[in-house]
């Protein structure tokens, strides 16, 4: 089965922050976990280069829009080895090939009878991109989000029918319930719809970078349909010569819930109109506070991705984010936070059971698994090793991050339970215990071999040492007793070393 994963691609009037890390850690946890169930996968992320908030980031650096995103893109796709990320592509919507197809398919829209010329009067933030209905306007007709006073519009441009949208919007949301995860989202989604879909427009006629529209070359699309399109162009390109679209569309994106309207509302419309299947669903987190506030380039309050990794690592960091932050909330991170949690779970629940289990293994069995039979004990109960994988697997088919970390974690602390009741080191000096001893070390490193196949995708450079060292070599998903032991391990360095003490 095909596997499509997106993730919003960021402006690049700014740097990369934590947050934008975020959403792309997520989608690289489902794409690895994906792979490792034998999916074929495309996970795709990138940079959206046009519009408004470039151009004025630009203006005030006193380039050209050119200069700023060749600038700064970099900057964004930098960042993926270093947070352990494995997208097949990274889209830039300046790409030649980008922009071809969006004038293609705008066309499509254009031909269709889903556009029209039209006058538009309102309030815009230049920030988001976005015009404000009188509902969403903040106090002094200032933008919700950015906190900027609103810029009042009138332009003449050319509008996307959006509200001929409206009974096919309603019946897609009753038919697929899980069109939009969480249910909140989907809920927030609906009720907009409900309250009445007006047109939207299509193109900026005040603007010149962005796409030129085929039919009126004065004006520019409108940044956001450029953006969303990012989602199916990537796919004609991406493979060099082939063109990936049927194989991989449609997708599953991952996105912050300030850009829940335009992806659960206006996208599955301006699809439809351009006769292509919707999305396959998408689902919308929260945003990374700190000190209660999000966490954003304007307010000033971001978390630097790269010192994070040189002082905790990069899964250390993937871990954090999704064991701290329930997946879909909004919730706090802090140094102080990262350091609680490498400390008490990272270095003292998985490290030592990591350690303990390759070190009894060493000692009292000359370095090899026993062959023995899983402990029923272990497997059975609800926090049990037997059903584990099936537990996560149906987590993470719905993108529930952080309850699969949850599940996986209760077996990690369920493993490191069962050595202080099984007292290894006691059974070790009576040999008439020596069956005992040898299904009690079977039963903690297949324990141990089946939670880090799972952790794998959360963590994968941590993963891997640790599978190499339990001679682990297969790295699909598997079941607690798949695995008739016998094979010879090695013993590692520490996996989670202490940590320096620095100002983050
Ligand atoms: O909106 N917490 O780009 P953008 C969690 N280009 N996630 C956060 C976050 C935070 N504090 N801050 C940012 C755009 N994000 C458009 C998207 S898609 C076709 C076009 C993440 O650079 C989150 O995923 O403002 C949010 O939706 C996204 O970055 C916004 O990135």
């Known amino acids: 089965m095909s596997y499509y994963v997106t993730t919003p691609i960021y402006y690049v009037n700014a740097e990369p922050h934590l947050g934008h890390a975020y959403s792309t850690i997520a989608a690289d946890i489902l794409a690895r976990h994906m792979r490792q169930r034998s999916e074929d996968v495309f996970f795709l992320t990138g940079t959206d280069e046009h519009g408004e908030p470039v151009a004025q980031a630009a203006q005030k650096l006193g380039i050209e829009p050119r200069e700023l995103v060749d600038r700064n893109a970099p900057k964004f796709e930098e960042l993926l080895p270093q947070i352990n990320v494995s997208n097949d592509f990274f889209i830039r919507t300046s790409d030649p090939e980008h922009e071809a197809k969006v004038q293609e398919i705008v066309q499509i829209v254009h031909d269709n009878g889903y556009v029209y010329e039209g006058v538009y009067e309102g309030w815009y933030c230049p920030r988001c991109a976005d015009f404000k209905s009188e509902l969403e306007l903040g106090p002094g007709q200032t933008c919700p989000i950015h906190k900027i006073p609103l810029e009042r519009e009138r332009e003449e441009n050319w509008f996307f029918r959006l509200s001929a949208f409206q009974d096919q919007l309603e019946r897609l949301y009753a038919e697929r319930p899980d069109f939009v995860r969480p249910q909140a989202r989907y809920n927030e989604a609906l009720s907009f719809i409900r309250g009445g879909l007006e047109d939207v427009s299509l193109s900026r006629p005040k603007l010149t970078w962005g796409v030129r529209l085929p039919w009126d070359r004065r004006q ?285």
């Open 220 to 504: 520019v699309m409108y940044v956001w349909f450029d953006a969303l399109l990012n989602y199916v162009t990537a796919l004609s390109y991406a493979g060099g010569g082939e063109d990936l679209t049927d194989r991989f569309w449609p997708a599953l994106h991952i996105i912050g819930k300030d850009i829940l309207k335009f992806h659960a509302v206006y996208w599955p419309a301006f699809l439809m109109a351009a006769g292509y299947e919707v999305p396959k669903g998408m689902f919308i987190h929260g945003y990374l506070l700190m000190e209660g506030h999000k966490m954003s380039k304007s307010l000033g309050n971001v978390l630097d991705p790269f010192e994070v990794i040189e002082r905790f690592g990069a899964d250390a960091l993937r871990y954090y984010c999704f064991r701290e932050v329930s997946f879909g909330q909004d919730g706090s991170v802090s140094p102080t936070g990262f350091e609680a949690r490498y400390d008490s779970e990272l270095a003292n629940e998985y490290g030592n059971l990591a350690s303990r289990t390759l070190a009894m293994i060493d000692r009292f069995r000359d370095g090899r698994v026993p062959a023995a039979e899983p402990d029923p004990e272990l497997a059975g109960g609800g926090d049990g090793l037997a059903r584990v994988d099936a537990a996560v697997c149906g987590l993470l088919d719905r993108a529930e991050l952080t309850q699969a970390l949850d599940e996986i974690w209760k077996r990690v602390r369920r493993l490191n339970r069962y050595v202080e009741e099984t007292r290894p080191w006691d059974l070790a000096k009576d040999d008439e215990e020596a069956g005992r001893l040898d299904q009690v070390l079977y039963s903690l490193a297949e324990g141990l071999r089946v939670t880090t196949l799972l952790l794998l995708a959360y963590m994968p450079e941590i993963g891997d040492r640790m599978l190499d060292a339990l001679g682990a070599e297969d790295r699909a998903i598997a079941a607690f007793g798949s695995h008739g032991g016998g094979q010879r391990i090695e013993k590692l360095p520490p996996l989670f070393p202490k940590i320096e003490a620095a100002a983050v």
